[in-house]
């Protein structure tokens, strides 16, 4: 029922208004017109808003050319308010806008809107910084309402960012200083609408440091090593003169520690050994290592050695903590290891003692500091070694050891032939002989020798050398035959005739003896006669020959 009155009431209004409106007289009608306060208005930078006054009486219509302005309304009949937002300007330079308004057969109405920009910032804390020689960062704090962007003149200073906007805290990196004067760096910001701001950056200059502990040091005699401390912040080098002491790093960078090798101090005296560490830019630093004397020892075992008379080598224990020289007083017993540092081994050799006495070499071992220790080398005298042709004649055994009982011919030559027989005769006497004829030479016990007339060659008793040597020889041919006697005698050595002689009486004798006879292992000493013509031939050659050989 509501609804149904409202309609009604609205119709009646309607009707009205229209005749009212033909009612009125021509000369009664209103002019259009549009006009808007303000026609300009000035506005600061932040967002803000401001009011256009409309006398119109059209309808009408509102717009801006700037979307930084926002209208309500943005039309209308008659008079009214339109209200204008507008936001802030980030820029440092003023903006302008329009506000149209517009209406049926008017002319159209603009309102100019100029609004300010920002006041520009820059602010730029600390202008000026001082950093370590050490490599390092430090901050720089920009306060700032713009956009921004930043540079280092130096390649050794570098920064964390280049660009940026509005408050920030920028990091600066450093590299460190390695020149003894300080450096510096220029940081500078720029941005639109204010002067550029730098930074100084200062980097204190280097200072070499080089520092040696302990400046000395005392150790013992003995070889090892020891130790120093090395503070620094710069390359160096470490250097020694003398030859006992030896640098394990004699090179390198900061700290460090450094270990030096020293020998062993063999000697009765202090030594003293300077190093020197280097490095550019400051004074070189000298510490010093004493090594203390040896205490010497010497010992020497045993004090006597006892050998045979062959050559041969023996040998002593030095037990000793330095050096040491050794030497012999004699020709014929010499040392090998002459000198030597420490416990060693001494080597002797000696040569073969000929004679029939003992003898004694002194060997003086001489060691700086403490009494010189004699050890002796005590060898025996040669032991004889005697072949006796008479008490080693054997009627069973030919050969029989060094002994050969046979026949030879020519008497100067080497042939020897082993009497393979053995007779015994009536008497019950056993011979050696070469052949079953009854003229054959022969060897009966004695040795006695019989040749008869030669025709068979002549006998002969051979003696061959065991080993090379130097022999004596004693020798005696006794003639035997009581019926008369002549006989050549001979000695010979390897076919070559070393002695002869001629028996011509009962018992009578040739000798021969030779103290320095030298032989080599094999030779031959022959013993052997010859008839010679006098008397009955094998009547007068009965002889008997001994013959001691002694080594």
């Not at 009581?482 to 001979?490: F, K």
Request: aromatic content about 8%; charged content about 10%.
């Amino acid at each position: 029922m509501k609804k149904v009155n409202s309609i009604k009431i609205i119709m009646l209004l309607m009707g009205i208004s229209f005749f009212l409106s033909t009612c009125k007289k021509p000369e009664d009608e209103i002019p259009p017109s549009l006009n808007v306060n303000p026609t300009t208005k000035e506005i600061d930078q932040n967002t803000g808003n401001f009011n256009v006054s409309v006398t119109s009486t059209v309808a009408w219509t509102a717009s801006c050319d700037k979307n930084w302005i926002t209208l309500e309304p943005l039309s209308g009949i008659g008079n009214g308010t339109v209200k204008a937002d507008f936001q802030a300007n980030a820029a440092t330079t003023p903006r302008t806008a329009n506000i149209i308004f517009k209406g049926v057969n008017v002319e159209d109405r603009i309102v100019s809107v100029t609004q300010s920009g920002i006041q520009p910032i820059l602010t730029i804390t600390p202008a000026l910084q001082n950093v370590s020689v050490d490599a390092g960062s430090t901050t720089i704090n920009i306060v700032s309402n713009l956009s921004w962007s930043v540079s280092s003149d130096q390649t050794w200073c570098t920064l964390a960012q280049s660009s940026g906007t509005g408050n920030a805290s920028l990091t600066v990196n450093y590299l460190t200083n390695k020149i003894t004067s300080p450096r510096t760096a220029t940081i500078t910001f720029t941005a639109n609408g204010v002067s550029s701001q730098t930074v100084l950056i200062t980097q204190a200059e280097f200072i070499p440091v080089l520092l040696v502990t302990p400046s000395s040091k005392t150790v013992n005699s003995i070889a090892e090593s020891a130790t120093y401390t090395i503070t620094s912040n710069i390359p160096w080098t470490a250097a020694c003169g003398e030859s006992w002491l030896t640098i394990s790093n004699p090179n390198g960078s900061n700290n460090a520690t450094l270990t030096v090798n020293y020998e062993q101090n063999a000697t009765i005296a202090t030594r003293v050994a300077s190093i020197v560490v280097s490095g550019n830019g400051i004074a070189s630093q000298t510490v010093t290592l004493m090594q203390t004397n040896i205490i010497p020892t010497l010992t020497v075992t045993p004090e006597n050695k006892d050998v045979t008379s062959p050559a041969g080598s023996t040998t002593f224990e030095i037990t000793n903590n330095t050096t040491w020289s050794a030497q012999s007083d004699q020709t014929w017993c010499t040392i090998t290891n002459a000198t030597g540092n420490g416990n060693a081994t001494l080597n002797v050799n000696y040569e073969e003692n000929t004679q029939a006495i003992q003898r004694v070499a002194n060997l003086t071992i001489v060691v700086n500091g403490v009494p010189n220790k004699i050890a002796t080398v005590t060898q025996a005298p040669v032991i004889s070694q005697i072949w006796n042709m008479s008490n080693e004649y054997s009627t069973n055994s030919n050969p029989n050891g060094v002994w050969s009982y046979g026949r030879k011919s020519p008497v100067n030559s080497d042939n020897f032939d082993i009497m393979p027989y053995r007779f015994t005769e009536s008497g019950g006497r056993l011979f050696w002989i070469f052949g079953s004829g009854t003229w054959y030479p022969s060897i009966y016990s004695g040795p006695t020798m019989w040749v008869n007339d030669n025709s068979n060659g002549l006998p002969c008793v051979r003696w061959t050398c065991p080993e090379t040597g130097n022999y004596s020889l004693n020798s005696t041919f006794t003639g035997v035959d009581s019926r008369g006697m002549d006989v050549i005698v001979y000695i010979i050595k390897n076919g070559t005739i070393i002695f002869t002689d001629q028996i011509q009486a009962y018992n009578g004798t040739a000798n021969y003896t030779s103290n320095n006879f030298s032989l080599q292992k094999n030779d031959h000493l022959d013993f052997s006669i010859k008839w010679n013509g006098g008397g009955s031939a094998g009547d007068a050659s009965n002889t008997g020959v001994q013959a001691i050989i002694t080594k």
